[in-house]
């Protein structure tokens, strides 16, 4: 079943149109070169949810060896950033950070060393 979300129409246009909800742009989640083996080499996937966990959770059904490398349980890892729009979630509200169909989710693995 192809659900259709009808679209209001832009001054000038004279009709409205559909838009099927599997052609609705998503958000992207971007992974970091060492996290790619984990998603077939995939450097972003699309994932749906309205926040920033549910995204991550849905790629991580997809992608169950990068789900572990990312997750300790329900919490994200200590070593992963994890950004909105450039925006650090923990200055936000964390896995509750709310995510748009356009938004772009970046994983970044802390850097360790001296």
């Not at 890892?77 to 200055?91: G, P």
């Not at 970044?108 to 060393?113: Q, T």
């Amino acid at each position: 079943m192809i659900v259709r979300e009808v679209i209001p129409c832009r001054a000038g246009n004279s009709r409205p149109y559909t838009l099927s909800l599997q052609d609705r742009p998503k958000p992207q989640v971007r992974i970091p070169t060492p996290l790619r083996p984990h998603t077939g080499g995939h450097d972003t996937v699309e994932a749906e949810g309205a926040t920033v966990g549910a995204v991550l959770g849905q790629v991580g059904e997809k992608y169950p060896a990068l789900r572990e490398r990312i997750f300790d349980g329900a919490e994200l890892r200590r070593f992963v950033n994890v950004y909105v729009n450039n925006e650090d979630i923990r200055y936000l509200d964390d896995l509750e950070t709310a995510v748009a169909d356009k938004d772009e989710v970046s994983i970044i693995p802390a850097v360790a060393g001296g």
